[in-house]
């Protein structure tokens, strides 16, 4: 490995040092480099040439991905803990390099913003600078990475270099910019406000409605909300993760038949969106606990399987040699001894989000697989890859559409033989944090519908607090044996082993009730944008589905139900829940279309409701980075006031001392700060536990609010 003294025009002797931090090298004409995910894994090699002959300074190798680059060691610990040491984002690899030759920590991101979502995992919880280029499509790019980055970060601030040159390594590399230059223009930096208008006549944000449990079979509603209980979270966190559960339980075992030729399968696209620390995964991990113990059971079965094949073999090698000993002496058999087929390894339950991945597990597993992930940025950042060289993207989202209907997918490998899955049966249930979502959707992903096809919730996150006990046994047990019931379900199949559903007609009632619902929203439909008008088209089915789902869970816990038929009661409970979700959808899509100031009313609000609907300007100081001071406290609230969201309160003074501070208080809150005694009992003496100065006391159980 060599390097030019003048490579990329940076002053010699700092160029190649960047270079290899990335975990570059030298080759003829250029420096070919990685680019990797958040998780430091190379996604993709890219090269890029001195002096390209044919115009292309970039190229890639095939079936590179588009990720970020930054130094091969990863990102030091240390690095943006401090607003005076961020971490540097730059457009390109050679920004990035010069940058880190200069000793500081940086990571360059590919044009045009992209990679926004894998950006944001990496520095979450740190101090960011992004610095641009001095053109429109540079400061298109700052706007949509500090979009991205605003809710997942420390401190977001933008800067460019002077004017006259368009990027950083261009500043330096004309000899007019060095060390104190470059950390003076950082220290300058400004942070960051999206500048997005506010529409005069904007919505409102509509509120969360309460998930209705009681739709689900009598187990999963046990489990929902004794979880719920336990873990403090939202029962609009967990149900969403149950049904995908039980769904994929079902697969292609059965499917619901609305006529004769239109049947829907057992397949939901479960997305919860949650910020970090809600208590996403102990959700997931509840409602997998049955998929998770029925994979490992066929992994074993498979490494036994594999053992008796691999004996099968030895013998099938000693029959191939004497039947060849046979030929030699001309009393050759008519055919050689066949050889024994090596087993599937059938899988129940994955966290692998790759296409390639999913679809050769597939192919094991004719019931079909569940996806299940605390954390779906991968899966959602797979859609877009490098098409070849040509460095144009393409979107994958279609290639996933099959996997949501159970139909036929092929896919050609270049390495291994092609695969063809008659019946591919795919159930999501993941979670996903807002900001990381906001910055992972392309227009694509909803133009191809991909998006319309996720089921979404958006439920609130109480404030939790030490509680003793947990998740009865029974609880669990209930619905393990649902789970298995559901498995247990007998799968026909054809000649060639391709699964045949049986299929479920509607009883008279469920034909009445789909027919009111079906009508109802198509008429609804007419009015709606674009992208509701997919999400609802999409929900016609949904409903079907959840009422197939909701059926055959009421079947396997014994409730009054048939196995042969939907029935009227379980079409009710499908369209109650489809119902449910289109309003989620409907909130979260609002949700992904806010401005810079919506987002910071918003998040101002949910953390005065966590607080218990009521708060000082000095209590929010100290519950909030992004106040310096109690003046700037004050005028956030003041702005929540003249906006119609809440009131100033001053507390009657009660005894001698200082005056107190006035409060904003949320519609229909105290302004009394409320101090509990411990969950369970009363208060011993005189001591009490305080719970928060600002608690309402509308709380349960010294629980979740």
Known sequence: MSASPDINNIPPGTAAHGWLAIGGERVEGGWRYPERNAQGERIGTITRWDAPASGARYTAA??????????????????????????????GASDAVCLISFGFTAIGVPMAGRGAHELAELVKDRHVVVLGDSDDAGRRSVETLCAALVDVCTSVRFAYPPEGHKDVRSWVADGCAGDADLSKLIDEAEPFAPTQPESAHKPQDPEFTPFPTDTLPRAATNLVRAGAQAMQVDEGMIAPLALAAMSSAIGNARVIELFASWREPAVLWAVVVAPSGSGKSPALELVTRPAERRDSEALRNHREATKEHAAAMFLHERAMKAWERGAAKGNLA????????????????????????????????????????????????????????????????????????????????????????????????????????????????????????????????????????????MVE????????????????????????????????????????????????????DERTRAMLSKLEGGAARLA???????????????????????????????????????????????????????QLLDLIRRKGGSISGRELVQSSRAFRTVKDAEAALSRLVDAGHGAWVTPPQRGPGAPKSRRFVLPGASGDPVYRNPAGGAAKGDSVCVDGVDMSNSGTDGGAA
């Open 62 to 91: 095939k079936g590179s991905k588009r990720g970020l680059i930054f130094p091969a060691d990863g990102l030091p610990a240390y690095a943006g803990t401090s607003g005076r040491d961020p971490v540097l984002v730059a457009e």
């Open 477 to 528: 047990g209930a619905f393990s044996t649902l789970m298995a019931k559901l498995y247990d379900l007998d799968m026909p199949e054809d000649e060639h082993g391709t699964p045949m559903p049986r299929s479920l007609p509607l009883d008279e009632e469920a034909g009445k009730r789909w027919a009111e619902y079906y009508n109802e929203l198509n008429q609804h439909m007419a009015g709606e």
């Open 334 to 473: 008519d055919t050689p001894p066949a050889a024994p087929e090596p087993p599937l390894c059938e899988r129940i339950v994955t966290n692998d989000a790759t296409f390639e991945g999913l679809a050769s597990m597939l192919a094991a597993s004719p019931r079909g697989l569940l996806l299940a992930c605390d954390e779906l940025a991968s899966w959602l950042g797979g859609f877009t890859r490098y098409a070849g060289n040509s460095g144009r993207p393409s979107s994958e989202a279609a290639r996933w559409l099959p996997m949501h209907r159970a139909g036929s997918l092929k896919v050609d490998r270049k390495t291994s033989p092609p695969l063809r899955i008659e019946k591919a049966a795919l159930n999501i249930a993941g979670l996903i944090q807002p900001g990381v979502l906001a910055a992972a959707l392309t227009g694509t992903d909803f133009d191809s519908g991909l998006v319309a096809r996720l089921l979404l919730s958006m439920p609130p996150t109480p404030t939790r607090r030490w509680r003793p006990g947990g998740l009865s046994p």
């Open 548 to 602: 197939l789902v909701v059926h055959l869970g009421r079947v396997a816990g014994g409730e009054d139900a048939r196995p042969d038929s939907i029935d009227g009661e379980s079409m009710r409970r499908g369209i109650t829940l489809a119902k449910w979700f289109r309003r989620e959808g409907e909130r979260v899509y609002l949700r992904l279309a806010e401005g810079g100031d919506d987002r910071e009313s918003r």
